[in-house]
């Protein structure tokens, strides 16, 4: 229990934790003290001076060591001779503070003043006018007009490019230090700071590219000025056009809430495009942060490569048909498979897109496939976080494992929030073939073998040994596992394991206790939830069925395997937003529509449920996902009719599972979320938007999932001398669909798609740069390299989504085809 | 008859010698400490001594030894030689003349709050001062006067020298420690304070090296023999570093309590050319011009005393203006100094001081107006108390002191 401290505020008293800053305690009265360089996520810094205010302390008497008091009996209050920084001064027993007194003001008038001599006067053009604490502030405490002389400003650069996502513009800055310090203090990417000294002193960038760090786009939030932009909005648009339509961040299984900022414009023909992307805060997911893919690659919904038009496949050619005649040549062929027919999806659709799906596929008595890179998802379902768990909370007596995932790749918002656990005395282990972005917080790493997950997974089970104890007695245990150099088959082992430590020690139902997937799409754990199951022999499966009907999946593009299954198999039936490689092959294609342009909900990898709301009309020509499984349904004779959102899910929520009886209004539910920050323009912590659409609320464990009994282990594969283990690895930046078609990534995607130890390369005669050749058992395919001394030798890492194709570990031979200094 | 305490170096031909100030006592008094004396017996020796800091804020030095805790541990002893108050040139004779009595007193001090590491900040442009204590230090460790065990004993003690690279700012305790550590020479938020938090987040000592000199003289001998000189609150000797319009600038050890008719007539042999004198500013850019009166004259140069006059005594850099000087125009160089050297952490004094350095160039190159000068007296009042350290806040002192005492001298830099 925290010690309180109470004192008055403006001569309102409030009662605060020890050690809370009295910029923060006034909030809780509702006084707002201005603030730039001031930051509730950071460390207070004190540098700005805006939020300069007079603080007395009860005098002591130095001798006795009693208080001084007045004639009347109250305590005699000393003022130091000079304010102080509200930011910086943690609050004391019977401690007075005058805000708004006339010297304070004076203070403030001062210091906007000083302010304003160097900044320019670029209002009328400057992005962050109308979402500007500056010019706030200036209004309610600022001078009219400056004393300085015009001419006399001192002139600096105002496009700098800080790397190619984010500009700086030199002039408008005021150097708080909040980007410089949110880069250390949260995102320990310390790749810009400070150059020079007193006027001339400037924000630069150390690394090449430049700024890099995937959290960069959280600076020009947090930025108070419109010194920091992203050149993707800049001079996009002005604040106050713009519409908010909140939704859910699926590009990975944090789901984090943001809001798409929209306007209608000229130059779209009339359209509602999205200008940009914003974060919005919710404590208990993202808090308020994003990472640079979710801010940046929603590109891909106005990209003219869309499909808009359904496609059949005549005389071995993809024509264009109107929808009539796709739905029902597509609902002849279901008909005829019967219950011959696979149903494939992924996690990149809402749930009641895969509730539509599943029911269809009950109907048919046919079965219902989850696309995905890694498995385990059941046990998620029974063993994962329930109601009231919150990764901000973990601290000193917990423990996180996290098994096989570079959190930095895969969720880098679970990266940050487990980072700060860790900073805050969570013991995290580590345990991963390779060093990760995670392992400078790590009480424990575990380093194991690519294919011999079975060594670590005893040693986190075993009796004895620091990491067993740790996970034993940690008073919460929360469990990541991702998709480092794992499979279907592996990683469905590794969940297993993982389960069953959370039942073995009693946790299974117990808040901030759990197992968390880190999958590679935003709604995978909403498709397990559903019912939905990978299938380990799915290539089996569609050579076995009559048909295929895939829903948002890219088989053909993951897994060179499927991809002949897929072109032998009876009749392919896609449905996607691109002409992927998957309905390149199919026999009917329709358009869908992309999560901007549609309402759904999805469950994240914590199993938090959350909805989100369309922000531009979808394409013409277009459906959703469930629009277009009715419709094929109902053209079959199957009666599936709902059309709308809230109806499927009124029917998914009245089924017995782990989804009854919640409504959308649960999901619509907001709470206050401290710190506060989004926008109140006072007190400025940022333009995250606070959260008025919903929180979200993390589903009930689905106790049908029986209970763990035996594990099996999963055969090694064998590796000739010579040749080395191919294991696949996720990337943030991959090529995929939605980040190649935001042309601003794309000097961050790497070149190389596998990478080698230096020691393994040296064999090779191979350097970063070079093109190779795989030479895997059954396929060979050419690719870039790049060397990494931070990966074990004998194993080469193939990154997903780059073409390379490689699903689960295999044996490569690794050749160099042309040397980069050849080519 | 005054003592010498420090410029030994003017009675001892080639003190700066290892040998030579070791045939003269050299490192008895450290042997003896560091063999027989008890650390919490020499706190409170200097204590008495009633030494306080030589740098320009002059703080009790005792008094800062004995906040360290000893509970946290290890603690450090840093010397402050970045010397860079405009004026200020007495640290500089010390090192490069008496070094080995300023290194004995730091290991004396080392040796006192039991740190066993010590660190010399040089300024960077003392680097070739700084290679030659390299060699020094290296004299010194061969010689078993540093290193382990030192004499026998459980203490050890190393000391390794560093250099700054051209900030002001760097002189500032705060800002050298972040310097030291490799980061950007920009002060940190007190509380907490270095004896509690310093160096690498641990107790540690900054004094500066004039202080750290007095210390072989307290312990060889005595604190009787120290309090010999001075006054009752301000004891000792102290540099006084003369320049300006005098005709002997230099450096003068002088016991505290010398008047500043002294040091400038007798010691500076007064003014040049016999011109009248017209201000005093005792403590470097950081001054205020302190009209030149005859009670000014009679003053005596203490701690306690010059603050009577509006000023405090500082480094002792004491610079004189006459009747040729015109203020405005020094207030003109003070003000770029300080626009120059800001680290450029908080507002006020790094928009303030450009701020008023585009003011003062205006008033300096004919262009100015009457407006002007009291915009100048505006902006400094605004700097006045809002910022993070003691540069922004020194910053207008001369600025103000000016334009009070000596507003023709601004008058006639403006249109009229």
Same mark, same amino acid.
């Given at each position: 229990m925290d010690k309180l401290v109470t004192l008055k505020i403006d001569g309102r008293s409030v009662t605060v934790p020890a050690g809370t800053m009295i910029v923060d305690a006034a909030k809780e009265l509702g006084i707002v003290i201005p603030v730039f360089c001031y930051h509730p996520k950071l460390k207070p810094a004190g540098m700005c001076r805006v939020c300069l205010v007079d603080v007395g302390r009860p005098q002591m008497d130095r001798a006795t060591g009693a208080p001084v008091l007045n004639e009347d009996g109250t305590p005699k209050i000393a003022f130091g001779p000079k304010l102080e920084t509200a930011c910086t001064t943690p609050v004391s027993e019977g401690m007075v503070v005058w805000g708004a007194t006339e010297k304070v003001m004076e203070a403030r008038k001062d210091v906007l003043e000083m302010l304003l001599t160097s900044h320019p006067l670029d209002c009328p053009v400057c992005d962050k006018g109308g979402e500007c604490p500056l010019q706030n502030l200036t209004m309610k405490f600022g001078p009219g007009?400056?004393?300085?002389?015009?001419?006399?400003?001192?002139?600096?650069?105002?496009?700098?490019?800080?790397?190619?996502?984010?500009?700086?513009?030199?002039?408008?800055?005021?150097?708080?230090?909040?980007?410089?310090?949110?880069?250390?203090?949260?995102?320990?990417d310390p790749v810009i700071g400070f150059y020079n000294r007193g006027r001339s002193i400037q924000i630069t960038t150390f690394s090449t590219p430049g700024f890099d760090s995937i959290f960069s786009g959280n600076t020009t939030d947090i930025c108070p000025v419109g010194a920091l932009t992203t050149s993707d909005f800049r001079f996009g648009a002005r604040a106050w056009e713009m519409k908010e339509k909140p939704s859910i961040c699926t590009q990975c299984p944090v789901g984090c809430n943001i809001m798409y900022n929209i306007r209608r414009e000229a130059k779209s023909s009339g359209r509602m495009v999205i200008k940009r992307v914003m974060p919005r805060q919710n404590e208990e997911v993202n808090e308020i942060w994003i990472c640079d893919k979710g801010r940046f690659t929603y590109h891909y919904a106005e990209s003219p490569e869309r499909l808009t038009s359904p496609l059949i496949r005549r005389d071995g050619e993809l024509v264009q048909v109107g929808w009539e005649e796709a739905v029902s040549y597509a609902a002849d062929k279901v008909k005829a498979a019967g219950s011959s027919l696979a149903v494939i999806a992924s996690g990149r659709l809402s749930n009641e897109d895969l509730f539509t799906l599943k029911t269809f596929s009950n109907r048919i008595n046919g079965k219902a496939i989850l696309h995905t890179t890694i498995s385990g998802g059941d046990w998620v379902s029974r063993c994962g976080l329930t109601p009231g768990s919150n990764l901000g909370e973990l601290g000193g007596n917990d423990t996180i494992l996290v098994f096989a995932s570079d959190l930095h790749e895969e969720a880098p918002l679970w990266w940050l929030r487990v980072k700060t656990a860790a900073e805050r005395g969570a013991c995290l282990i580590v345990v991963n073939p390779r060093k990760t972005r995670l392992d400078k917080y790590a009480?424990?790493?575990?380093?194991?073998?690519?294919?011999?997950?079975?060594? %670590?997974?005893?040693?986190?089970?075993?009796?004895?040994?620091?990491?067993?104890?740790?996970?034993?007695?940690?008073?919460?245990?929360?469990?990541?596992?991702?998709?480092?150099?794992?499979?279907?088959?592996?990683?469905?082992?590794?969940?297993?394991?993982?389960?069953?430590?959370?039942?073995? !020690?009693?946790?299974?139902?117990?808040?901030?206790?759990?197992?968390?997937? +880190?999958?590679?799409?935003?709604?995978?754990?909403?498709?397990?939830?559903?019912?939905?199951?990978?299938?380990?022999?799915?290539?089996?499966?569609?050579?076995?069925?009559?048909?295929?009907?895939?829903?948002?999946?890219?088989?053909?593009?993951?897994?060179?395997?499927?991809?002949?299954?897929?072109?032998?198999?009876?009749?392919?039936?896609?449905?996607?937003?691109?002409?992927?490689?998957?309905?390149?092959?199919?026999?009917?294609?329709?358009?869908?529509?992309?999560? $901007?342009?549609?309402?759904?909900?999805?469950?994240?990898?914590?199993?938090?449920?959350?909805?989100?709301?369309?922000?531009?009309? #979808?394409?013409?020509?277009?459906?959703?996902?469930?629009?277009?499984?009715?419709?094929?349904?109902?053209?079959?004779?199957?009666?599936?009719?709902?059309?709308?959102?809230?109806?499927?899910?009124?029917?998914?929520? #009245?089924?017995?599972?782990?989804?009854?009886?919640?409504?959308?209004?649960?999901?619509?539910?907001?709470?206050?979320?401290?710190?506060?920050?989004?926008?109140?323009?006072?007190?400025? =912590?940022?333009?995250?938007?606070?959260?008025?659409? !919903?929180?979200?609320?993390?589903?009930?464990?689905?106790?049908?999932?029986?209970?763990?009994?035996?594990?099996?282990?999963?055969?090694?594969?064998?590796?000739?001398?010579?040749?080395?283990?191919?294991?696949?690895?996720?990337?943030?930046?991959?090529?995929?669909?939605?980040?190649?078609?935001?042309?601003?990534?794309?000097?961050?995607?790497?070149?190389?798609?596998?990478?080698?130890?230096?020691?393994?390369?040296?064999?090779?005669?191979?350097?970063?740069?070079?093109?190779?050749?795989?030479?895997?058992?059954?396929?060979?395919?050419?690719c870039g390299l790049e060397l990494n001394p931070d990966q074990p030798s004998g194993v080469a890492l193939v990154v997903r989504s780059m073409g390379a194709m490689l699903a689960a570990p295999a044996e490569v031979a690794v050749v160099v085809k042309t040397a980069a200094k050849d080519s | 008859m005054s003592e010498i305490?420090?410029?030994?170096?003017?009675?001892?031909?080639?003190? *700066?010698?290892?040998?030579?100030?070791?045939? *003269?006592? =050299?490192?008895?008094?450290?042997?003896?400490?560091?063999?027989?004396?008890?650390?919490?017996?020499?706190?409170?020796?200097?204590?008495?001594?009633?030494?306080? =800091?030589?740098?320009?804020?002059?703080?009790?030095?005792?008094?800062?030894?004995?906040?360290?805790?000893?509970?946290?541990?290890?603690?450090?002893?840093?010397?402050?030689?970045?010397?860079?108050?405009?004026?200020?040139?007495?640290?500089?004779?010390?090192?490069?003349? *008496?070094?080995?009595?300023?290194?004995?007193?730091?290991?004396?001090?080392?040796?006192?709050?039991?740190?066993? %590491?010590?660190?010399?900040?040089?300024?960077?442009?003392?680097?070739?001062?700084?290679?030659?204590?390299?060699?020094?230090?290296?004299?010194?460790?061969?010689?078993?006067?540093?290193?382990?065990?030192?004499?026998?004993?459980?203490?050890?003690?190393?000391?390794y020298t560093h250099l700054g690279a051209g900030a002001y700012i760097c002189g500032e305790e705060t800002a050298l420690l972040e310097s030291l550590e490799g980061k950007m020479g920009q002060p940190r938020l007190r509380p907490p304070f270095p004896a509690v938090y310093g160096l690498f987040g641990m107790p540690t000592v900054i004094n500066n090296v004039e202080t750290l000199t007095n210390l072989p003289i307290i312990f060889g001998k005595g604190v009787p023999y120290f309090r010999s000189?001075?006054?009752?609150?301000?004891?000792?000797?102290?540099?006084?570093?003369?320049?300006?319009?005098?005709?002997?600038?230099?450096?003068?050890?002088?016991?505290?309590?010398?008047?500043?008719?002294?040091?400038?007539?007798?010691?500076?042999?007064?003014?040049? *050319?016999?011109?009248?004198?017209?201000?005093?500013?005792?403590?470097?850019?950081?001054?205020?011009?302190?009209? #030149?009166?005859?009670?000014?004259?009679?003053?005596?140069?203490?701690?306690?005393?010059?603050?009577?006059?509006?000023?405090?005594?500082?480094? #002792?850099?004491?610079?004189?203006?006459?009747?040729?000087?015109?203020?405005?125009?020094?207030?003109?160089?003070? +003000?770029?100094?300080?626009?120059?050297?800001?680290?450029?952490?908080?507002?006020?004094?790094?928009?303030?001081?450009?701020? $008023?350095?585009?003011?003062?160039?205006r008033i300096a190159s004919g262009k100015g107006k009457k407006e002007d000068i009291d915009l100048l007296e505006s902006v400094a009042g605004q700097i006045q108390n809002k910022c993070l350290c003691a540069l922004g806040e020194f910053s207008i002192v001369a600025v103000q002191s000016a334009i009070k005492n000596f507003r023709a001298d601004f008058d006639a830099r403006v249109e009229s």
């Open positions: 007009e400056s004393r300085f002389k015009f001419d006399e400003k001192k002139h600096l650069a105002k496009r700098v490019p800080l790397g190619e996502l984010i500009l700086l513009d030199r002039e408008r800055c005021i150097q708080c230090g909040r980007c410089v310090r949110f880069q250390e203090q949260l995102a320990d009480c424990h790493t575990l380093r194991y073998v690519y294919g011999e997950e079975g060594k %670590a997974l005893q040693e986190i089970t075993s009796s004895s040994g620091e990491i067993a104890s740790a996970v034993k007695e940690a008073e919460n245990l929360v469990i990541f596992y991702g998709s480092e150099g794992l499979g279907l088959a592996q990683s469905a082992y590794v969940a297993e394991s993982l389960a069953g430590v959370l039942q073995s !020690g009693g946790r299974v139902g117990k808040p901030n206790n759990g197992l968390v997937a +880190v999958w590679q799409k935003g709604n995978d754990q909403g498709a397990w939830e559903l019912g939905f199951r990978t299938d380990e022999k799915l290539q089996e499966t569609i050579s076995a069925a009559m048909g295929v009907y895939i829903a948002g999946a890219d088989p053909a593009s993951e897994d060179p395997q499927l991809k002949i299954a897929l072109q032998r198999a009876g009749f392919v039936i896609v449905q996607d937003l691109f002409l992927t490689e998957t309905a390149k092959l199919a026999d009917v294609v329709l358009p869908a529509r992309a999560v $901007m342009e549609r309402e759904g909900t999805a469950v994240n990898g914590e199993r938090r449920l959350q909805h989100y709301l369309p922000a531009i009309p #979808a394409p013409v020509g277009t459906r959703a996902d469930h629009e277009i499984t009715s419709a094929i349904a109902q053209a079959a004779g199957l009666d599936l009719l709902e059309i709308s959102v809230e109806s499927i899910f009124e029917r998914m929520t #009245a089924e017995p599972g782990v989804f009854e009886g919640i409504t959308l209004m649960q999901l619509g539910e907001v709470k206050e979320q401290r710190p506060s920050i989004g926008r109140n323009w006072k007190y400025y =912590g940022g333009t995250s938007y606070d959260n008025h659409h !919903g929180l979200g609320l993390v589903l009930p464990l689905n106790t049908e999932v029986p209970l763990l009994t035996a594990k099996k282990a999963v055969p090694v594969t064998e590796v000739i001398a010579g040749r080395l283990l191919a294991v696949p690895v996720t990337r943030l930046y991959d090529r995929g669909g939605t980040v190649t078609a935001s042309d601003m990534l794309k000097e961050r995607i790497s070149s190389g798609v596998v990478s080698l130890h230096p020691e393994d390369a040296g064999k090779l005669g191979a350097n970063t740069g070079d093109r190779v050749v795989l030479k895997f058992a059954e396929r060979e395919l050419e | 305490f420090l410029l030994r170096n003017r009675l001892i031909p080639g003190l *700066n010698q290892f040998k030579v100030y070791l045939e *003269n006592d =050299g490192f008895a008094t450290w042997k003896k400490a560091v063999t027989s004396l008890k650390p919490e017996d020499m706190v409170n020796e200097v204590k008495a001594s009633g030494l306080r =800091g030589r740098g320009g804020a002059g703080f009790p030095t005792g008094l800062k030894w004995s906040f360290l805790p000893n509970t946290i541990w290890p603690h450090y002893v840093v010397a402050n030689a970045d010397e860079s108050e405009p004026g200020t040139f007495k640290d500089r004779e010390l090192l490069e003349f *008496n070094p080995y009595q300023f290194l004995e007193g730091l290991m004396l001090a080392s040796y006192a709050v039991r740190a066993q %590491a010590a660190y010399i900040y040089f300024r960077g442009e003392f680097w070739q001062i700084a290679q030659k204590f390299d060699e020094r230090i290296a004299e010194l460790t061969a010689a078993g006067l540093l290193g382990d065990h030192l004499f026998g004993t459980d203490y050890s003690l190393r000391v000189q001075g006054t009752e609150k301000s004891p000792g000797t102290k540099i006084f570093s003369l320049s300006g319009r005098v005709n002997k600038p230099g450096n003068y050890e002088l016991p505290l309590g010398t008047t500043f008719r002294e040091l400038i007539y007798t010691h500076g042999e007064g003014i040049l *050319n016999g011109a009248k004198i017209k201000a005093i500013m005792p403590a470097g850019a950081s001054s205020a011009l302190i009209p #030149a009166t005859e009670a000014a004259l009679d003053t005596p140069m203490d701690y306690e005393s010059v603050p009577t006059l509006g000023c405090a005594l500082g480094s #002792a850099s004491v610079m004189i203006l006459d009747e040729t000087t015109n203020a405005s125009d020094l207030v003109n160089d003070t +003000v770029h100094f300080f626009a120059h050297e800001s680290c450029g952490k908080c507002t006020p004094c790094r928009e303030g001081t450009f701020w $008023m350095s585009r003011i003062v160039d």
